[in-house]
């Protein structure tokens, strides 16, 4: 089991930016990929960007690329979301996703183990 907790989410005005933060417990996450997703109010959940395990390969959205960075932290066992230049569109809540194994796309059944989520909103 994968116990995975989502913070730094509130409101941000548009052009600004924040930290999500994905902390894990049950197992270390240091020989895993990591992924974010978003889902907007009535709207699908889809993919935002991933990282494989070592942090050295990473993967993103068209619609974030270039203003969101993911990042990790094996030693604390976190995995990082910073987001600049936020847009209205950006706002939703967002998701950590563990892949059991080194998987870092865009599918989300490849997906193990998800977080609670934690809602970001961006006012214009």
């Known amino acids: 089991q994968v116990q995975l907790v989502e913070s730094g989410g509130g409101l941000v005005q548009a052009g600004g930016s924040t930290r999500l933060s994905c902390a894990a417990s049950?197992?270390?996450?240091?020989?895993?990929?990591m992924g974010w997703f978003r889902q907007a109010p009535g709207k699908e959940r889809e993919f935002v960007a991933a990282?494989?395990?070592?942090?050295?390969?990473?993967n993103y959205a068209e619609s974030v690329k270039g203003r969101f960075t993911i990042s990790r932290d094996n030693t604390k066992n976190t995995v990082y979301l910073r987001m600049d230049s936020l847009k209205p569109e950006d706002t939703a809540v967002y998701y950590c996703?563990?892949?059991?194994?080194?998987?870092?796309?865009?599918?989300?059944?490849?997906?193990?183990?998800w977080g609670q989520g934690t809602q970001v909103t961006v006012s214009s």
């Open positions: 996703a563990f892949s059991p194994g080194s998987y870092y796309g865009t599918d989300q059944s490849e997906y193990d183990y």
């Open positions: 049950g197992r270390t996450l240091a020989n895993y990929a």
């Open positions: 990282i494989n395990w070592s942090g050295r390969s990473t």
